[in-house]
T-cell receptor
């Protein structure tokens, strides 16, 4: 079975630009979460979506937004990029509902570099 | 202060050694405790998860949770060079399973 897939793998953007990152969850998984991982740190929670609705948001500015589509894929958008947005962006999916016992499975990430 | 603190390492051990990785946390509402392995520039891979206090064993890996002390551990027996990676502890509430709080990771090197 295919795992969580993310695209693109890498990208380089300039300060002030906008970026869209994409994620396809494991087949059958309806919950998608986004995390930001800065080099040398653990992943930080950005958003969770379940059944196309936002179910949680971390401590990130409004420049960050996301959505989930009817096929449960998701995209993360970041506007007005700053140098500090350079990081590995991780998508994770899980089965089940918002709570419960099932754990998340992560994709390979998109490495964003802002220059 | 961070909700989850992880022994920073790095840790270097000879092949065959027993490895102990540790995290402490401050939020007593956490109920699920996970360990992920992350190779360089890759996504985290779920190794083990435990609900509430107790031990869980899976092959060479044992996870321990002590909720009274707010302390979790991962033990790796008979460590192999292929175990060389960064290990991340993570924890979450029951009601929002898509939001985990992570430690900053411990980088382990197992030397042949």
């Amino acid at each position: 079975d295919a795992g969580v897939t993310q695209s693109p793998t890498h990208l380089i953007k300039t300060r002030g630009q906008h970026v869209t990152l994409r994620c396809s969850p494991i087949s059958g998984h309806k919950s998608v979460s986004w995390y930001q991982q800065v080099l040398g740190q653990g992943p930080q929670f950005i958003f969770q979506y379940y059944e196309k609705e936002e179910r949680g948001r971390g401590n990130f500015p409004d420049r960050f937004s996301a959505r989930q589509f009817p096929n449960y894929s998701s995209e993360l958008n970041v506007n007005a990029l700053l140098l500090g947005d350079s990081a590995l962006y991780l998508c994770a999916s899980r089965p089940g509902t918002v709570g419960g016992i099932y754990e998340q499975y992560f994709g390979p990430g998109t490495r964003l570099t802002v220059t | 202060q961070k909700e989850v603190e992880q022994d920073p390492g790095p840790l270097s051990v000879p092949e065959g050694a027993i490895v102990s990785l540790n995290c402490t946390y401050s939020n007593s509402a956490f109920q699920y405790f996970m360990w992920y392995r992350q190779y360089s520039r890759k996504g985290p891979e779920l190794l083990m998860y435990t609900y509430s206090s107790g031990n869980k064993e899976d092959g060479r890996f044992t996870a321990q949770v002590d909720k009274s002390s707010k302390y979790i551990s991962l033990f790796i027996r008979d460590s192999q060079p292929s175990d060389s990676a960064t290990y991340l502890c993570a924890m979450r509430h029951n009601t929002n399973a898509g939001k985990s709080t992570f430690g900053d990771g411990t980088t382990l090197t197992v030397k042949p």
